[in-house]
């Protein structure tokens, strides 16, 4: 593999391109309203996730590559709007499936270890980007890439979010894993049983306000049907980037939830509310750091509707604090980020929420304009257990985070006990990696201490 220094990644090799269609029995032609949870991702570039996994040297490439094949048609029956494309019809957006549509799967070989890859340490973004695809033409949704490495597989799937958000597409990927677990005849003590079958019902997410048309207004001028594609990739500038990965242990986890807590206490604070009504106030003469995460509404749309939606059922909840009061050392620093975050939290599902869901698109790009780090994926997705049969992943990647400026990756940690991993991703040449690790190390260690000095009565 091409050390983090080297400017040349290796080459992607493509053997074969075959496309894949639901399973049997064929399903007659249908459309799926988009709704305006999802038309505003419209002009975003597609999430991309890369699952790395070891095999063995007898390993039998060519019927795992065949099980994940007929797998994959298997879960296209569930979740048949992922074989679609996005279409206007009759002045409203949807996801048309018709018979014969299919997903794309493309085999090809690449010269890197998979330790290499699946390392915490820095590696360049350009040499993990050729391990996802690019969605054909025609606003199609889904396509799927299996790569051989040395001593190893990745499976790269590329999703547009405006077929679905992080719980849609992960809850297919589990549906595929464990259809491709029992394709190949691997099911031990690990494997997951198969999801329940999606809800696909648009009809769920009542719009009586018009945010439909208030979004799409909001968004750029999207031209005639016939010309307009999805974004397919991210600037080039992701070529100059490094990615790494950092785990936050449990009792790490557990250590700064104590430590703010303490804090809390200190200042006479002693709810969430409280921390909203702290949440450190910006003005026009001091610097603001935006955070941007987002909030599944599912359990929370009145009537709620079931975990298994298939769509978008998410709204962003943008914590905001001077830059000086976040960056602050010790306790300080860390209290103000979390009481930040807490607040937008509240923002987001208190009674009248969805009052503000009007200005949802122009308050993320108002924070956009400003600079902003957002958070994509969750612990809660459960990526790790994605296993196709093939045995725990070795690593889990969104590339399209890695790729984007100011995108931070977040998934539980691969060795469980409740640990959360981070991807981080930072230039190349402006010893910014560096920097953050001595700075994450430092972070670690001032935590430890606190933990001690607190365990002892200090």
Known sequence: ?????????????????????????????????????????????????????????????????????????????????????????????????????AVPFTTTE???????????????????????????????????????????????????HSACDGASSTHFLHTWAAAATACAGAVDDHHQPSPPPPVIDRALIPDPRGLYGIYLKSLPPMISDDGFEFVSKAPSSFEDKLVATFTLPQNLLVSIKAAVAGEAARRGITSRLGARRYSPR????????????????????????????FGNCLCPAIATAPEEEVAAAGIGGLFAACAAVAAAVE??????????????????????????????????????DVDFGLGRSAKVAIVSA??????M?????????????????LPAAAGDMERFQKSFADGIAWLGLLVHQSSNGC
């Open 1 to 101: 593999m091409a050390p983090a220094g080297s400017s040349l990644p290796p080459q992607l090799r493509v053997l074969d391109t075959t496309l894949v269609a639901p399973g049997a029995p064929a399903l007659p032609p249908r459309s799926i309203p988009l709704t305006f949870f999802d038309v505003k991702w419209f002009h975003t570039p597609p999430v991309e996730r890369v699952f790395l996994y070891r095999l063995p040297p007898d390993a039998d490439v060519a019927a795992i590559l065949s099980a994940l094949r007929t797998s994959l048609s298997q879960a296209l029956r569930a979740f048949y709007p992922l074989a679609g494309h996005v279409r206007l019809a009759n002045k409203r957006h949807e996801i048309l499936y018709r018979p014969g549509d």
């Open 110 to 160: 690449y010269d890197v270890d998979v330790d290499d890859l699946a390392s915490d340490d820095p590696v360049r973004v350009a040499t993990v980007a050729p391990l996802v695809p690019q969605l054909p033409k025609g606003r199609a949704v889904l396509a799927v890439q299996a790569t051989l490495l040395l001593r190893g597989l990745a499976v790269g799937v590329t999703v547009h």
């Open 282 to 309: 910006t003005t026009p003469r001091r610097k603001t750091s935006y955070f941007l995460f987002s909030v599944d509404q599912r359990p929370r749309l009145k009537p709620a509707i079931p975990g298994t939606y």
């Open 347 to 384: 923002e987001e599902v208190r009674e009248g929420a969805q009052d503000r869901w009007d200005a949802c698109v122009d308050r993320v790009k108002e924070a956009v304009t400003h600079g902003t780090l957002s958070v994509s994926g969750s612990p809660r997705f459960h990526v790790f």
């Open 402 to 407: 890695a790729k984007g400026a100011g995108a």
């Open 409 to 425: 990756p977040v998934a539980e940690a691969r060795g469980g006990g409740g640990g959360v991993e981070v991807g981080v991703s």
